[in-house]
Each structure stands twice: as structure tokens, then as C-alpha cells.
């Protein structure tokens, strides 16, 4: 049974954007059951380049990436999450659709990388740097055996890991 995960960030332009491609790639080429989503809570309607840039600039393919908000995945139909992570801490803030299912929820609080100064160059270094430290928990996630986890033991988990 697949693990879903839903990422979200408050405009789904960048952070939630890039956890969304980390884990997906992860998986895939570690051969786990898990897929991510990603999703906002007032989507700006635009993914932000460099954040596709970075995802590209890894081998990650962005084809189909698009802003989206959250109510698609309250929606009938929609696939059910065994994990919520927000990224940013405006999203970790505000008050959250009920999710069915009752997923585990976490918050991975990431800067924004669109705020870092130093021009265009030392925005690419902040969402390499971001890219970077969201694949190594995205990494952590999968080593976790989530099949046969509690929801307890995996909140437990999920939080030891924005920790590290």
C-alpha cells in the first residue's frame, strides 16, 4: 500500500515544491511505496524558478509540477495521506482542512529561499542549500519502516527527524 505525503507551504512555490521532488525521487530510486504531493494553502499560481531550477540542476524532472491548494486533497477522490509536513512556518500556523484519514502531521521548518540576499547567484546557493537539507530528511523518511508503524511511533519519529 503506498504511502502518500502532502507537503505543504503556504503559496506551494518553492520549499513545499522541492520536498515535493526530494521525496518522490528518493523513493523512486530507493524503491520504496511512497509518493509525494504537494500543495498550498493560498497557492501563488506559479511554481518559482529557481526552485524548479534546483530540482532540474539534481536530475529531477519537474514535467506536470504545478502551485495547487490543499482543498484538492480534501476533495472526494483524492488520494488519502498517511503524512502531512508543512515547510514553512506560516503554513505550520494556520489552521488545517481536516484531512480524512486523520494523517500524521510534522513541521519541517525551512527559511525561504527567495528571501536570501547576496542577487540571483546567492539565491541559487539558498535553494541548493534548501534542496540539500530537504533531501536529507526526505532520506530519513524512507529509511523509517512506515508499513508497520503506529501513528504514534511514526509522530514520534517524523519529529526526532526535524531534529537532526
Not at 529531477?60 to 508543512?86: C, H, L, N
Request: glycine share 8%.
Amino acid at each position: 500500500m503506498t504511502t502518500n505525503v502532502l507537503i505543504l507551504c503556504t503559496h506551494n512555490s518553492a520549499r513545499s515544491v522541492l520536498s515535493e521532488g526530494m521525496l518522490n525521487n528518493w523513493a523512486q530510486k530507493l524503491g520504496k511505496d511512497v509518493r509525494a504531493y504537494s500543495a498550498g494553502s493560498t497557492p501563488s499560481g506559479r511554481l518559482n524558478p529557481l526552485a524548479l531550477e534546483s530540482l532540474q540542476n539534481a536530475g529531477i524532472s519537474t514535467d506536470g509540477y504545478r502551485s495547487k491548494s490543499w482543498d484538492e486533497f480534501t476533495a472526494p477522490g483524492a488520494p488519502q495521506m498517511r503524512i502531512v509536513i508543512t515547510v514553512c512556518d506560516r503554513a505550520a500556523a494556520e489552521q488545517c482542512p481536516f484531512w480524512p484519514g486523520s494523517p500524521v502531521k510534522v513541521h519541517w521548518g525551512y527559511a525561504d529561499p527567495s528571501n536570501a540576499t547576496g542577487g540571483d547567484e546567492g539565491k541559487r546557493l539558498a535553494f541548493e542549500l534548501t534542496r540539500q537539507a530537504i533531501g536529507y530528511r526526505m532520506l530519513q523518511l524512507l529509511q523509517l519502516p512506515l508499513a508497520s508503524m503506529g501513528n504514534a511511533q511514526l509522530q514520534a519519529a517524523l519529529v526526532a527527524i526535524s531534529r537532526d
